[in-house]
Nanobody, 126 residues
């Protein structure tokens, strides 16, 4: 298991913003497909966003235009900037990683990534 440690989950108002972070101490994020997914007892695992080794990003339609995934190769950290949060964004968010030199590394492929952390919870309400 690749140690992935998420942080930044919190409560936010509808329309508010949060930034999630994921630190990995084991592997360089620039060599892995890195991503975020969300999952809860009320929702099946949903790929939210991904970023490949070339920095190409992919988003679920539900968050496109609102969320931004990025990474810092020096800090070995993955981020998810979440803007204009909606109630339906309430969920447990997980950082995920997998070594996929040939792909795929897209939001659709995120649920199949091999490694993930313990998650950080986001609650959005009025």
């Amino acid at each position: 298991q690749v140690p992935l440690v998420e942080s930044g989950g919190d409560w936010a108002q509808v329309g508010g913003n949060l930034t999630l972070s994921c630190v990995t101490s084991t592997y360089a994020v620039n060599n892995y497909c890195m991503a975020w997914f969300r999952q809860s007892p009320h929702r099946a695992r949903e790929g939210v966003a991904s970023i490949d080794t070339d920095g190409l990003t992919s988003y679920a339609d539900s968050v496109k235009g609102r969320f931004v995934i990025s990474k810092d190769n020096v800090k070995n950290t993955l981020y998810l900037q979440m803007n204009n949060l909606q109630r339906e964004d309430t969920d447990m968010y997980y950082c995920a990683a997998d070594y996929r030199p040939g792909g795929p590394c897209t939001a659709d492929s995120v649920p199949s990534l091999a490694y993930w952390g313990q998650g950080t919870h986001v609650t959005v309400s009025e």
